[in-house]
């Protein structure tokens, strides 16, 4: 142990008073005085200052460290006083910052790196011009990682508000790359009006089950006028059962319609997806409902005997590519 303790003092042992050995020192002072006090506001600004410390300590000692990756040397150093520094900027804070944190981490490594350059000794010099070339690269390449990062919290934000993405295919996407194999599999990802016209099924089951076929004729009648009711039911039992409001809710269309061709009464009910699709135009998620009359026994005692009752039989949902 006392090896141990000898070696890393070796390490930590500043040659002289202003090295990034003292800065490094000064950050575990720091931290060690923000420890001891009591008060909040104290113990917070000493924490901040540990971690300033520590940050402009890295950077010195890591400032010629180098590793090659495929042929081509990265600095290791401006990365991880990029990180250091979004730590301190960005912990603690009150709000989801760690996005705001990863996306200002190239930018801060850029800054880092091009601070010696026009700081050296200390004192402001413009660098030479291979220099400076050298830094506006490193200045785009830090913007264009930035743009990129950003881009997958903002495309994570489309999926979260608009789960039906994940059914369309990405395939021939030149930016959305999907990692499981059963890419654009409904099975897997199916549209959200899957389950809304799930408890379009249920609704229509409450609103015409073992009702008399006179009520239910009525109610295909008046079919216009009900499939607004339809959806405004079937989206707030959806909402309910996931306990949250998804925004795509509204980018979906809910039609229904009984051709004339079909047996006794069809419904066809359709929910027409107008978000954006990877063919650019819209689809439908069909189901086919039958709407028949029975008779039900003498003892069902709910009707008059003899009297015909309505039933309801559905299909399951199907994708129905639209012109």
């Not at 919290?153 to 194999?181: I, K, N, T």
Request: aromatic share 12%; proline share 8%; charged share 20%.
């Amino acid at each position: 142990m006392k090896e141990l303790l000898d070696e890393l003092w070796k390490q930590l042992k500043p040659p002289r008073t202003f090295s990034w050995q003292t800065l490094v020192l000064l950050s575990l002072f720091s931290w060690a005085l923000s420890m001891l006090v009591e008060t909040f506001i104290l113990q917070d600004l000493l924490s901040r200052f540990g971690w300033l410390f520590l940050t402009v300590g890295v950077g010195w000692a890591l400032s010629g460290n180098k590793i090659n990756i495929l042929g081509l040397e990265i600095t290791t150093g401006p990365w991880i006083t990029g990180a250091l520094i979004c730590v301190v900027l960005f912990a603690g804070w009150v709000g989801d910052l760690g996005r705001v944190a990863w996306v200002s981490w190239p930018i801060f490594a850029a800054i880092s790196a091009a601070v010696p350059h026009f700081f050296p000794r200390f004192t402001f010099s413009i660098p030479d011009p291979k220099v400076r070339q050298d830094l506006i690269v490193r200045a785009v390449l830090a913007g264009t990682m930035s743009c990129w990062i950003q881009f997958h919290f903002v495309v994570q934000d489309w999926l979260r508000d608009y789960p039906s993405l994940l059914a369309d295919d990405f395939r021939r996407s030149a930016f959305v790359v999907r990692l499981d194999e059963q890419q654009g599999n409904p099975a897997l990802n199916p549209p959200r009006a899957v389950l809304l016209l799930t408890f379009a099924e249920e609704y229509l089951k409450r609103s015409l089950e073992d009702r008399p076929w006179s009520e239910t004729e009525r109610w295909l009648i008046e079919l216009d006028q009900r499939i607004p009711q339809l959806r405004e039911v079937v989206v707030q039992q959806a909402r309910r059962t996931e306990q949250r409001t998804l925004a795509e809710d509204a980018l979906w269309r809910f039609s229904g319609v009984v051709p004339p061709g079909d047996p006794e009464y069809t419904l066809r009910l359709r929910a027409v997806w107008l978000g954006p699709t990877s063919t650019n135009r819209p689809y439908a998620i069909e189901r086919a409902c039958l709407i028949s009359q029975v008779t039900p026994p003498p003892a069902a005692g709910a009707v008059v005997a003899g009297a015909a009752v309505t039933q309801v039989t559905c299909n399951p949902p199907q994708r129905v590519a639209l012109p």
